[in-house]
């Protein structure tokens, strides 16, 4: 699969953005989603990341209560809703699929990725 993410952009602290991931192919539902970030000079690390179905979501605890993950698999997209940003959520924001079962936040079981949308969040 494909994936293609889209909407970053600069914003002021306390404002929002919505992620998109558009993803290739018919299969989109198979797979867990998650986001991914990696700050300037900083590893890669877990957002959030959606069951197959869209029943299940999982957060880390940095973003909870301000972000939303979630997925249209008519519409092969994933969404990352981002509310109330911090200067420290600037970052490349990744999109990632996984062939695993339950939603992991693990980068090393996501077999899939985006090229990136960079977020940048002023003070």
């Known amino acids: 699969v494909q994936l293609q993410a889209s909407g970053g952009g600069l914003v002021q602290a306390g404002g929002s953005l919505r992620l998109s991931c558009a993803a290739s192919g018919r299969t989109f539902s198979r797979y867990v989603m998650g986001w991914f970030r990696q700050a300037p000079g900083k590893e890669r690390e877990f957002v959030a990341s959606i069951s197959r179905n869209g029943g299940s979501t999982y957060y880390a605890d940095n973003v909870k209560g301000r972000f939303t993950i979630s997925r249209e698999n008519a519409e092969n997209t994933v969404y990352l809703q981002m509310n109330s940003l911090k200067p420290e959520d600037t970052a490349v924001y990744y999109c990632?699929?996984?062939?695993?079962?339950?939603?992991?936040?693990?980068?090393?079981?996501?077999?899939?990725w985006g090229q990136g949308t960079l977020v940048t969040v002023s003070s």
């Open positions: 990632a699929a996984s062939n695993l079962v339950i939603p992991t936040p693990s980068s090393y079981n996501y077999d899939y």
